[in-house]
Structures are given as C-alpha cells and as structure tokens.
C-alpha cells in the first residue's frame, strides 16, 4: 500500500519560512516523482512544484507563485522529499499536499519557463497539512 505522510506545517508570520516533508512508502522511491500541490479555501488544487525521479532527472519545477521561494530536495535514505518554503506570503495559506506518479513529473511549460502541474496526473495523495501565513 502507497503511503504518504506530510509534516512540517503550521503558522508563521509573513517573510517566515517552513519546511514541510513528505515520507514516502509502499513504492520504490527512486522510481517516482514527487509533486507537491495545495488547496485554499474556495480555490482549486493547484499545482507547485515537482521533483522527478532518481531514474529521470531528479530536478525541481515550480510554478510561478513559488518559483524563487520554494525549493524542493529529496533525502533517498530517508524515502522523503523536503518542500523548503521561504519569503512566505498570505497568499501561500493553504492545505499543502505532496502525491506521487512514476518516474517523470508531468507539467504544462509556460514561455515564461514557468510551470504547471495537473492534479489528475498524479497517482497517489498524502492527507495534507495545513499551511498559515498572518499578515
């Protein structure tokens, strides 16, 4: 059974940062991509970043709201990929999930060199975690 757990969020001020985790288990780690999604209220899911496999190319995309901000790492010993989220923003309150899909990240690619992630495309979902940022 495919699990992931996300940790690390809670409240911080605007301009503080978090680092939320996600441990994975159930798949060979080194075969998938992680992405990392959140939710507002009110809003859609959106996508915001992603890691690809081991076996792919084991690079970070982001989307454009967080591009510069986050950035993702993964520790293969530990089977978790790390989201850092500095220069946080109220905007950044969310429920943050972290999913997983094989091998590549799929994403739409903007001229800006900017990206998007589609929901759908990814397979399994941790709980989520909620995220808050006071202004």
């Known amino acids: 059974e495919v699990q992931l757990v996300e940790s690390g969020g809670g409240l911080v001020q605007t301009g503080g940062s978090l680092r939320l985790s996600c441990v994975v288990s159930g798949i060979t780690f080194d075969d998938y991509a992680i992405g990392w999604f959140r939710q507002a209220p009110g809003k859609e899911r959106e996508g915001i970043s992603c890691i690809g496999s081991i076996n792919s190319d084991n690079r970070g995309y982001y989307a454009d709201s967080v591009k510069g901000r986050f950035t993702l790492s993964r520790d293969n010993a530990k089977n978790t990929v790390y989201l850092q989220m500095n220069s946080l923003k109220p905007e950044d309150t969310a429920v943050y999930y972290c999913?997983?899909?094989?091998?590549?990240?799929?994403?739409?690619?903007?001229?800006?060199?900017?990206?998007?992630?589609?929901?759908?495309?990814?397979?399994?979902w941790g709980q989520g975690i909620q995220v808050t940022v006071s202004s």
């Open positions: 999913a997983s899909k094989g091998d590549e990240c799929t994403y739409y690619k903007y001229y800006d060199d900017s990206y998007d992630f589609p929901p759908n495309e990814y397979d399994d």
